[in-house]
């Protein structure tokens, strides 16, 4: 075919790069916002922070959104960490911490006493380092703690030794000369050593030996044996056998019981070094002529401005600032889109909280139905703009601390042609087992027959599957006596 040259005219959707930036920002959490505008303030000349502005310290833990004083929550005022603190005009933070450094190890102390030396958290040990410390001060040889030693670097994070000691035991060099008898003596050594229960190869083994680590106790042979025999039977609360079995009456399994539910079947994890996971709220919710209002928490909001001594550089000289005019345009890009992200997630938030006004006055119950859908077509906006608004965007309420998306959920029919959220159903469900009667607990039909009579048609299905999404145990497991 002979070579041709053809024009094609086409329509292609290309996102600029503000517009692109302008997304990203969005679907950040502010700490990931904070970081990234840290980023960019390093790397523009032309972009500063304001001296009012820090960057904000996480205000409380988000390990659960339990409700809390509202005395607290109106007294809720902005940190600010001495670690966190910016560099401000004419001061280097730098030098000043050399200078106090020299200080101290010149001087020892000081003579004021109101100028203390900084204190540093001691770091929490591990559980391998709290048994090496016990058996470095144990009365036995060298070669009995290393193989020791080997053990405890074969424990899991719960304290558990999983790996069989033939198995260990193969894997060991021969010409350390160990055996499988000192492996057994040095088993024996580790469980004995704070927490009890460690060195344990199963659950059975750990609740034992720490009963055996207990005072003696009328009811602790017992418990023993229902550790050792009986622990399923127990687990299935069918407490008229284990009493046949054991010739006891109801307070002998009571304080039975009561033994072994105290113990820790996993004595290892308070040794897990897990970082807490800190949040700032982006949305603060406050009441006033008696309704709720959201506002923006100006605290997590950077101020940025653009620096004056390179925007006059730029006016003096226009033309040889080429590279500085291109971040001039991008310092502009960026407090605009920031700008616009702290609007649009005001906005969503302020329809959430119009919606539920409910749930800040009677809590979960009253908890009303919404999907992204809803927000979107009250603020002309698309469901996938919606989503990143709520994600990692969390709400400060006199109830607690709620991440946006907690306040979606689907919605099931009632009786009167309305509709229950599912939060207000869980909550129900929650509400109603906490009531019950220990000895008589209520069924999932039972639940389901309860929440009929009140309006609120639930299969048995849901109640289940609702039931198990807050962690609570099927009835027969929640029996008591």
């Known amino acids: 075919m002979k070579p041709t040259l053809q024009l094609k005219l086409s329509q292609q959707l290309r996102l600029t790069p503000q517009l692109q930036q302008s997304i990203r920002l969005l679907q950040l959490s502010t700490l990931e916002l904070n970081q ?5 303030v390093q790397e523009n000349p032309l972009l500063e922070l304001s001296e009012e502005w820090n960057a904000p310290v996480a205000e409380n833990s988000f390990e659960h959104s339990e409700s809390e004083d509202s005395a607290d929550f109106d007294s809720m005022q902005p940190e ?6 910016k560099e401000e005009s004419g001061e280097n933070i730098d030098s000043d911490s050399e200078w106090l450094q020299e200080n101290i190890f010149s001087h020892g102390t000081y003579e004021d006493d109101d100028h203390e030396a900084p204190q540093i958290p001691a770091r929490s040990l591990s559980l391998r380092e709290h048994l090496n410390f016990q058996i470095c001060l144990g009365q036995i040889s060298e070669r009995e ?3 020791v030693s080997l053990l405890i670097d074969s424990l899991n994070e719960d304290g558990y030794l999983l790996q069989d000691l033939d198995e260990l035991l193969e894997m060991l060099p021969a010409e350390l000369g160990i055996n499988l008898d000192d492996l057994q003596d040095a088993l024996e050594c ?3 050593l704070d927490p009890s229960g460690v ?3 199963n659950l059975q083994e750990c609740l034992v030996l ?3 680590a207990l005072p003696d106790d009328v009811y602790r042979d017992q418990a023993i044996k229902v550790v050792q025999e009986y622990l399923e039977i127990l687990a299935s609360h069918d407490f008229a056998q284990i009493k046949r079995l054991l010739a006891c009456d109801d307070q002998s399994l009571r304080a039975i019981q009561k033994l072994i539910v105290n113990l820790n079947p996993k004595p290892g994890a308070q040794f897990n070094s897990q970082s807490e996971r800190y949040i700032v709220p982006d949305i603060t919710v406050t009441k006033k002529n008696g309704g709720w209002r959201a506002n923006l928490n100006m605290a997590a909001i950077p101020r940025l401005n653009i620096n004056h001594l390179y925007a006059n550089i730029l006016k003096q000289d226009h033309h040889s600032s080429r590279g500085l005019v291109s971040q001039l345009n991008e310092a502009k890009w960026l407090i605009k889109n920031i700008q616009q992200r702290s609007s649009t997630i005001l906005k969503v938030a302020s329809v959430i909280v119009e919606r539920q006004q ?4 009677h809590g ?5 139905p919404l999907v992204l859908r809803d927000i979107a077509e009250t603020l002309s906006l698309h469901e996938s703009t919606v989503s990143r608004v709520t994600t990692q965007k969390f709400m400060y309420t006199p109830r607690g601390i709620f991440e946006l998306k907690y306040f979606f959920g689907s919605h099931v029919s009632t009786d009167s042609g309305g509709a229950c959220s599912a939060t207000a159903i869980r909550a129900l469900i929650k509400q109603l087992i906490q009531e019950e009667n220990p000895r008589k607990p209520l069924s999932d039909n039972r639940i389901s027959t309860i929440l009929e009579q009140q309006g609120i048609v639930v299969a048995r299905r849901t109640i289940a599957k609702y039931r198990e999404s807050i962690q609570i145990p099927a009835a027969n497991l929640r029996k008591s006596f």
Do not use: T, W
């Not at 990234?36 to 960019?40: D, G, H, M």
């Not at 600010?80 to 603190?85: P, Q, R």
């Not at 979960?364 to 009303?368: F, H, I, L, P």
């Open 190 to 192: 580790l469980q004995c």
């Open 36 to 40: 990234e505008i840290e980023r960019i």
């Open 145 to 147: 703690k290393c193989i």
């Open 199 to 201: 060195g344990a190869r």
């Open 210 to 212: 720490q009963l055996q």
């Open 364 to 368: 979960e119950v009253a908890m009303r």
């Open 358 to 361: 409910q749930f800040f006055e």
């Open 80 to 85: 600010v960490a001495a670690s966190e603190v």
